[in-house]
């Protein structure tokens, strides 16, 4: 869970949130969009505002389509997700260039003939060079521009898959903007001045991707209870274990102590049936432990790794708390007076 909470996930979802935009039916709202992010744009309050369809809600269904390329002398159709954006986006999600350059208005070719595509549809589309390169998907047909460092746009529970971006603001569903800290109350403000009718809907971009973990989240609480609760009952038979070893064996302890046996000689004497048997649990409880644990951890595209050392140090506290709770009760008989130990027999 650590590994999933501090994995870059190669773009800035700080301070980032999502605004769910009027429903594409709503003629009178609609226009409003564009005036409404204008003004955003010219708030010292706001950083940056991007408007697409589907844009980085990560439990949105991509739309997919059919995409055109060209290699080797031979064109071929691949299936691929599209993510519809302008010029901002990029810049607003500081998303990482790996050649070409962004989408632009500058460029006025861009809004029909510009494609930016991912590392991961690069190797897919099998390209050498991809900036250049002749594409054609969703209406839009013309030449990549630029190729983006892979992007985590999904769970890490799967792979980072191809991905096509194109300059598509129409019909627009979601707003991404990047606010200033403590300016929520500007967007709160703005809102009703341009959708009287709809209320305001949005969410954080952290959070969202949050909630993608929620269930191995309870999971690794639920793990954490059940953990405290067997080592708990482990804790208790063992106490009741040395405590009732220690009563059988009350004249030994006596007569050893009476021939000259140290308290370390009578503890050892008392612990090590004890550590051979923790040492067993240990040696049966790996497999089973490896196999559950790999299994979960297949569950996701990006994951650590089992070590060795894990399990070591699984076996070595598992030992230090059997030692623990048996060493008051060996101390005890150990330090009693062999006279009244052997009078109590």
Do not use: C
């Given at each position: 869970m650590r590994f999933l909470q501090k994995r870059d996930l190669g773009f800035d979802q700080e301070q980032v949130i999502n605004l769910y935009l009027p429903d594409p039916d709503d003629t009178l709202s609609r226009k409003s969009i564009k005036p409404f992010v204008d003004e955003l744009r010219q708030r010292s309050e706001i950083k940056s505002a991007s408007?697409?369809?589907?844009?980085?809600?990560?439990?949105?269904?991509?739309?997919?389509?059919?995409?055109?390329?060209?290699?080797?002398?031979?064109?071929?159709?691949?299936?691929?997700?599209?993510?519809?954006?302008?010029?901002?986006?990029?810049?607003?999600?500081?998303?990482?260039?790996?050649?070409?350059?962004?989408?632009?208005?500058?460029?006025?070719?861009?809004?029909?003939?510009?494609?930016?595509?991912?590392?991961?549809?690069?190797?897919?589309?099998?390209?050498?060079?991809?900036?250049?390169?002749?594409?054609?998907?969703?209406?839009?047909?013309?030449?990549?521009?630029?190729?983006?460092?892979?992007?985590?746009?999904?769970?890490?529970?799967?792979?980072?898959?191809?991905?096509?971006?194109?300059?598509?603001?129409?019909?627009?569903?979601?707003?991404?903007?990047?606010?200033?800290?403590?300016?929520?109350?500007?967007?709160?403000?703005?809102?009703?001045?341009?959708?009287?009718?709809?209320?305001?809907?949005?969410?954080?971009?952290?959070?969202?991707?949050?909630?993608?973990?929620?269930?191995?989240?309870?999971?690794?609480?639920?793990?954490?209870?059940?953990?405290?609760?067997?080592?708990?009952?482990?804790?208790?038979?063992?106490?009741?274990?040395?405590?009732?070893?220690?009563?059988?064996?009350?004249?030994?302890?006596?007569?050893?102590?009476?021939?000259?046996?140290s308290v370390v000689n009578i503890v050892a004497l008392l612990s090590k049936d004890f550590v051979k048997l923790a040492i067993v649990a240990f040696a049966i409880a790996i497999p089973f432990a490896w196999y559950f644990m790999d299994r979960w951890l297949l569950d996701f595209a990006y994951r650590v790794d089992l070590e060795w050392w894990m399990f070591?140090?699984?076996?070595?506290?598992?030992?230090?708390?059997?030692?623990?709770?048996?060493?008051?009760?060996?101390?005890?008989?150990?330090?009693?007076?062999?006279?009244?130990?052997?009078?109590?027999?």
């Amino acid at each position: 869970m650590r590994f999933l909470q501090k994995r870059d996930l190669g773009f800035d979802q700080e301070q980032v949130i999502n605004l769910y935009l009027p429903d594409p039916d709503d003629t009178l709202s609609r226009k409003s969009i564009k005036p409404f992010v204008d003004e955003l744009r010219q708030r010292s309050e706001i950083k940056s505002a991007s408007v697409g369809s589907g844009i980085y809600d990560p439990n949105t269904i991509l739309p997919a389509a059919s995409t055109l390329i060209e290699g080797n002398g031979k064109k071929r159709e691949l299936m691929t997700n599209y993510l519809f954006i302008e010029e901002h986006f990029v810049p607003l999600l500081q998303l990482k260039l790996k050649e070409g350059r962004n989408l632009s208005a500058d460029f006025g070719t861009d809004v029909q003939q510009g494609f930016l595509v991912n590392e991961a549809f690069v190797k897919q589309a099998g390209w050498t060079q991809a900036v250049g390169q002749d594409i054609e998907g969703f209406g839009h047909k013309g030449k990549v521009v630029g190729v983006l460092k892979n992007f985590h746009y999904k769970s890490l529970h799967s792979p980072i898959e191809p991905v096509v971006m194109i300059w598509n603001t129409f019909p627009a569903s979601t707003l991404i903007v990047k606010l200033k800290p403590g300016s929520l109350p500007v967007l709160n403000k703005l809102w009703p001045k341009y959708f009287p009718e709809t209320p305001l809907n949005y969410s954080f971009m952290d959070s969202a991707f949050g909630i993608l973990y929620k269930a191995d989240q309870v999971r690794m609480t639920l793990f954490n209870y059940f953990t405290l609760l067997a080592v708990f009952i482990s804790m208790l038979g063992l106490y009741g274990l040395i405590s009732m070893v220690s009563i059988q064996r009350t004249r030994e302890i006596g007569i050893r102590k009476a021939i000259g046996a140290s308290v370390v000689n009578i503890v050892a004497l008392l612990s090590k049936d004890f550590v051979k048997l923790a040492i067993v649990a240990f040696a049966i409880a790996i497999p089973f432990a490896w196999y559950f644990m790999d299994r979960w951890l297949l569950d996701f595209a990006y994951r650590v790794d089992l070590e060795w050392w894990m399990f070591v140090l699984g076996g070595f506290l598992s030992l230090i708390i059997a030692l623990a709770t048996i060493s008051y009760e060996s101390f005890k008989a150990a330090l009693l007076n062999p006279v009244e130990s052997l009078r109590s027999e």
